[in-house]
């Protein structure tokens, strides 16, 4: 009886908890911060990025220790066995037809003037550096692709809202042409003509919809985690110029600390230093010795039972002659040098470019933000004023419905211009390497759970019978 109480006992704290998990599910949205946290985690190219830093930490070691000394051990043991056609002697004394011996004998060779070594050395110093900046570019670029996607998430909810506006105001109106044709005030023609203007709608309704799904399942690909709502970007987001105001400034900036161009400097220096390490190949290179034997045993009874020796020199190496590459190689190396100058004049042109597009988009955003507010409010006094004249009966129905639509579509480009703003601010910042997750942190303060995003597949009402979200599992556990 005892065992039966405590199955039952467990199966109800698994079902409690398995609610509180869906009810969490329910009542909390992801916010920027946290998608972002999730893709950082999960995200594959960032996780290359990683990865091939860890090559360099490891090409860096390991080149760095051809210049230390180069220390071996070598052991023998041997049993022999001689048959000599008349007696061996060796200054009158009788030479062994059996014997063993047994020695051991340590090298250390340390690299003296090696000038091959010592650029692929510094070389990989330098691709340390590389992809010190190539991790600090793709965390950049990882934010900006998150910011993007959830964005696009954003683009897509505030889409389909005035879409729905519209569709709403074009079948009321279908409703009031369909009433006018059955009292014989206008032809068929105005009704078909409705009705094809609802079915475009409705088509543009359902693409939105399409849309919405599509923006939550690029999150899923980014994250790995398949959201069902995100938080919204409060309109509170304080949303100013630029300063300075001065675009050389901003230049002068993204060229001392863009990640992007700091590699193909670096990039630049590694086959400089490339082209000395070829071009020393032809210089001979000088090896210290030092070695050690020890001799046990010997077929020679003058030697006693054994020996040791030790030996101290140095070892010239100069290869004359190698077939004829090292020119085609030297001219190869200098080739490299004149494409990295180009690519690094390359990038540094479209970070120059990209700053000063972002700069002057930044300052008419400001623009449109502050005149989509101005939008919003005279659409909604000019609704509110045909809203009373159609109560007083002195505005047609036709009247409302496109007081509505314009009302909807000023929400529409507040909204719009407001995430574009977000949107160059988080390049101009990457352009200028300033872009980290303390201004997400800044931007997610913003996001307000009452203004959740939800995906269209799942609504309040089936959410319960949707798989638990992996994050929110993890952080519950």
Known sequence: MSSYFSKSLSVSKFLVTTLLLCMAQIGSAETLLDVYRDALKHDPSFAKSLAEWDIAVSDKKITKGSLRPNVNASARMNQTSRDYDNQATANGITLDDEFSETNWQVSLVQPIVDL?????????????????????????????????AYLKVLHAKNLLRAVEGEEASVRQQLVEVQKRFDAGIIALTDVLEA???HDATVIRRIQAESAKENAFEDLRTLTSFSYQRIDDISVDLPM???????????IERAFAHNPAIEEARQNLVSIEQRYKAVHSKRLPTVNAILQHLNQDGAADPALGSGYTETSIGLALNWNLYDGGKRSPMIKKAKAEIAVAQAELRKIELEIDSKTRNKLRSLNSDVGRVDAGRVAIESASTALRAVSAGYEAGNRGIVDLLQAQQRLYAAEYNFSEARHNYIRNLIHLKASVGQLTEDYLRQVNAYCVGSEAVWRPSATKENVLRLPANNSQLNRLL
């Open 116 to 148: 091959p070594k010592w650029h692929e050395y510094k070389r990989s110093k330098t691709a340390f550096k590389m992809a010190e900046s190539a991790k600090a570019t793709d965390r950049q670029e990882l934010i900006v692709r998150t910011v993007e």
């Open 240 to 250: 100013l110029s630029p300063q300075p105001a001065n675009e050389e400034l901003w």
């Open 195 to 197: 009705q094809s203007i």
